[in-house]
């Protein structure tokens, strides 16, 4: 009777060891899935967020620039209708560009490139002689290599908005590649009045690209040239 008895307790007190293994095993899958889905939903909502914030900031941004360009227009199509009609081509391809990439999260660097030629062309006619591109990008990198859709052109338009320029002092703005970076680069010649900046483009930008390919955005300011380097995105 009393083996029977030290039996009876030993397989309870297993049973029991043995359910409550299972259920803490069971509690830490549960705690774990949950952690991941909260930090899932988090990234998620960090997404959307920023997303919302780009397409604010291209609000801001846009007609600013659409009105400015009109007024340049205006006066063109007095004074040469050839050119006015070249004006309104890339115009027009420049927008065509910003409305099929509105929900893309990556385009190819040679299609971005393209865009930001017209985007110069345009800032040339408002600005004749006093913006000077130079682009030193290989062939095989403009078709491999992805990009963050407008991450160029507001890294130019923030060097655009915030130096002087003229056509005697122009402003150069060099967008070149390294081993594992793009960089936009440009002569630091500070606006002396200029309209208080968010710093939310750029702050935008690497975010975004944190996201996207889990990659760090390299920020250099030596006094006399800003550099941004975005990180290469090669196309899976």
Do not use: W
């Not at 385009?107 to 865009?115: G, K, P, Q, Y």
């Not at 606006?191 to 760090?216: A, D, F, M």
């Amino acid at each position: 009777h009393i083996i029977f008895t030290n039996l009876n307790f030993e397989l309870l007190f297993g049973i029991i060891l043995f359910f409550f293994l299972i259920y803490g095993v069971h509690l830490f899958i549960s705690s774990f899935n949950n952690a991941k889905e909260m930090e899932l939903l988090a990234a998620e909502r960090e997404k959307e967020n920023i997303i919302a914030q780009y397409a604010a900031l291209k609000n801001q941004i846009d007609p600013h620039f659409f009105f400015n360009s009109l007024s340049v227009l205006s006066s063109l199509i007095y004074e040469n209708t050839d050119l006015s009609a070249e004006f309104i081509s890339h115009l027009s391809k420049h927008y065509r560009y910003i409305l099929e990439t509105e929900s893309t999260n990556l385009v190819s660097l040679s299609r971005e490139l393209d865009n930001l030629d017209s985007y110069f062309y345009l800032m040339n006619i408002r600005y004749p002689d006093s913006i000077v591109k130079v682009c030193e990008i290989s062939g095989q990198t403009r078709s491999e290599c992805m990009m963050l859709p407008h991450s160029l052109l507001m890294l130019v338009e923030n060097a655009i908005k915030h130096n002087m320029f003229s056509r005697e002092d122009p402003l150069s703005i060099e967008i070149t590649e390294e081993e594992e970076y793009i960089v936009v680069r440009n002569r630091i010649n500070r606006r002396k009045v200029i309209r208080e900046s968010t710093g939310i483009g750029l702050e935008n930008i690497i975010k975004r690209y944190r996201i996207e390919c889990k990659k760090e955005v390299r920020i250099e300011d030596s006094g006399n040239l800003f550099s941004v380097k975005l990180p290469k995105i090669l196309e899976k």
